[in-house]
């Protein structure tokens, strides 16, 4: 079983920045794409930006264009998501996703093709 190891968050004002990172430790070979999403107190569940992991092509939620960065970090085996200019808005739950099986490739926006979760991590912003 691929655990999936989530790092970074935490609380930051707005207009301040943060790194979450994730790695696969020993399977990161074997994934097709890791992504973020994130989920707010009652709102459903958001893609953030992925990563398809062979290709290194990357992808980021319109909304979010010009404030986070998704990347892979090949000597660390992670994608981080760089966030800046963070606003109270940006305030979620923020989980790591991947795709063993090749189903999100096509649909790398939708979470239910994802088989693989990290815990979450909580980003607050305070304004």
């Known amino acids: 079983q691929v655990r999936l190891e989530e790092s970074g968050g935490g609380l930051v004002q707005a207009g301040g920045s943060l790194r979450l990172s994730c790695a696969a430790p020993?399977?990161?070979?074997?994934?097709?794409?890791m992504a973020w999403f994130r989920q707010a107190t009652g709102k459903e569940r958001e893609f953030v930006g992925a990563?398809?992991?062979?290709?290194?092509?990357?992808y980021c939620a319109d909304s979010l264009k010009g404030r986070f960065t998704i990347s892979k970090d090949n000597a660390k085996n992670t994608v981080d998501l760089q966030m800046n200019s963070l606003k109270p808005e940006d305030t979620a739950v923020y989980y790591c996703?991947?795709?063993?099986?090749?189903?999100?490739?096509?649909?790398?926006?939708?979470?239910?093709?994802?088989?693989?979760w990290g815990q979450g991590t909580q980003i607050t912003v305070s304004s």
């Open positions: 996703a991947a795709d063993s099986t090749g189903g999100a490739l096509q649909y790398y926006r939708d979470y239910d093709r994802y088989n693989l």
């Open positions: 020993g399977r990161v070979y074997s994934l097709y794409v």
């Open positions: 990563v398809k992991w062979r290709y290194a092509d990357t």
